[in-house]
């Protein structure tokens, strides 16, 4: 297990398409969370789950965006009809329960660029 | 959201020159971190600073916490060429599991 991985690593799709993501975590880490980044800015949260449920979604998501992580394991983030607002990088991230004083492990991310 | 912010959002030194970031942050935390960000890639984990804790090293790295004034510092030595980087600050908020809500961040670029 070499980490946390993002497929793909980039993505340029046409304003109005479905894009889907992938996040395969560190296997033993029950916690997944998923942050977009725009230039020059920090990670911002989208949401978080703990083994399959989803736990939290930011108030900032819209409707058009959608994650899930079946069986606990990889996750996938959808964005509906996208919109050119929507290009960042996506970054998703693992972490352990009780392993407090331990911090994320990032992805590489997936770049988006809506055209 | 973002509730940590960076200072100065840029820095420019020469190798074998300290850098120092400062972090400042809104509410009440269980823990501090520092992450690293090489350009387009994702973050690598630096250093974690417990709210009860006031300093922290690791390496050349040293972090200090001021939980009256809700600040932080990372202090870099003797920076060499590998370490420009952006420099993120990320809190995790008391209560609930650790979320990390991150500042903008610093931009490091140190010269040979």
């Known amino acids: 297990d070499t980490g946390v991985s993002q497929d793909p690593r980039h993505k340029i799709t046409k304003r109005g398409q479905n894009v889907t993501f992938r996040c395969d975590p560190i296997?033993?880490?029950?916690?997944l969370y998923w942050y977009r980044q725009t230039l020059g800015q920090g990670p911002e949260f989208l949401t978080y789950f703990q083994n399959e449920a989803q736990l939290e979604k930011s108030r900032l998501l819209s409707d058009r965006f959608s994650a899930e992580r079946p069986k606990g394991s990889f996750s996938t983030l959808e964005i509906q009809r996208t919109e050119q607002g929507d290009s960042a990088m996506y970054l998703c991230?693992?972490?352990?329960?009780?392993?407090?004083?331990?911090?994320?492990?990032f992805g590489s991310g997936t770049r988006l660029t809506v055209v | 959201s973002q509730q940590g912010e960076e200072d100065p959002q840029a820095l420019s030194i020469q190798e074998g020159e300290n850098a120092t970031m400062n972090c400042s942050y809104k509410?009440?935390?269980?823990?501090l971190q520092w992450y690293r960000q090489n350009s387009g890639r994702g973050l690598v984990h630096l250093i974690l600073?417990?709210?009860?804790?006031r300093e922290k090293h690791s390496g050349r790295l040293r972090v200090t916490l001021d939980t009256s004034k809700k600040s932080s510092s990372l202090l870099i030595t003797a920076s060499r060429a590998a370490d420009t980087a952006s420099y993120f600050c990320a809190t995790a908020l008391s209560g609930g599991y650790n979320k990390l809500i991150f500042g903008a961040g610093t931009r490091l670029a140190v010269h040979p």
């Open positions: 600073i417990r709210s009860n804790e």
């Open positions: 296997s033993e880490h029950n916690r």
């Open positions: 509410t009440s935390i269980n823990n």
């Open positions: 991230a693992s972490s352990l329960t009780g392993q407090v004083n331990y911090g994320y492990t």
